[in-house]
């Protein structure tokens, strides 16, 4: 069943003479809990994709279905609240609330969203990020492999369709690195989660069940892995 449909999406920044196509008619499907690494040098377009796929930025044409949603035909606040509910984003960079601590982060979503947080699932997914012992920390008190495990975290509490993950490992050392494609991987093939990273380690890229190269904003290769 594919849980992400992309058709015919394009995006072109500017007008006239000064317009810069950034992403140049892609169209792909995702299947529910396949693990996709999406590739590409700089500049190729792939953030965007990422940026699109994950319905902070709108595409100046072509669609993306998200469980058979249409996102880019919600409203502003149909789109944030689709977004807080069925899309977990992971930045390289992490995002957290400074004031916050690591629970408050983590279960923001849900608490923006006027749900009430289940205690076992946030119980278990603190265990296995390995942060029972840093619950009322705040993010500068955190290593930065500990603050992209809280980011991981937020992108689960709500039982997200799909993760998005922008070069989740670019701001960490090789230790930490592994650690978060560890654990990646581990909630993707145990928890079934769907799982896309745009990613420039091969380390990764090797790992997923399905690479797509992105060049000059068009599909220059899309290859499976592993099935």
């Keep these: 069943m594919n849980i ?14 000064t317009a810069v196509k950034a992403l140049d008619d892609v169209s792909f499907s995702v299947k529910k809990g396949e693990f996709v690494a999406i590739i590409g040098p700089s500049g190729s377009g792939k953030s965007t994709l990422l940026h699109l796929l994950g319905g902070v930025d709108r595409p100046s044409s072509g669609k993306v279905l998200i469980n058979n949603t249409d996102i880019y035909k919600l409203n502003e606040t149909q789109l944030a609240i ?81 993760m998005l993950a922008d070069e989740p490992t670019g701001n960490l050392d090789s230790k930490n690195s592994e650690e978060i494609l560890e654990l990646l991987k581990m909630f993707n093939k145990t928890f079934n989660h769907t799982l896309i990273v745009i990613t420039h380690d091969e380390r990764i890229a090797l790992q997923a069940d399905r690479v797509i190269s992105i060049e000059d904003g068009r599909i220059a290769m899309d290859e499976v892995i592993r099935s």
């Design 82 to 162: 689709f977004r807080r509910r069925q899309i977990g984003l992971i930045y390289q960079f992490y995002n957290l609330i400074p004031i916050l601590t690591v629970e408050e982060n983590i279960t923001l979503p849900m608490l923006l969203d006027e749900h009430k947080v289940d205690p076992e699932q946030l119980k278990n997914i603190i265990n296995t990020l390995g942060l029972e012992k840093r619950l009322n920390h705040l993010p500068n008190q955190l290593s930065g492999g500990q603050q992209q495990r809280v980011s991981i975290g937020r992108a689960l509490i709500s039982n997200p369709a799909i």
């Design 4 to 17: 992400l449909q992309i058709e015919n999406l394009s995006k072109v920044y500017g007008k006239g003479e």
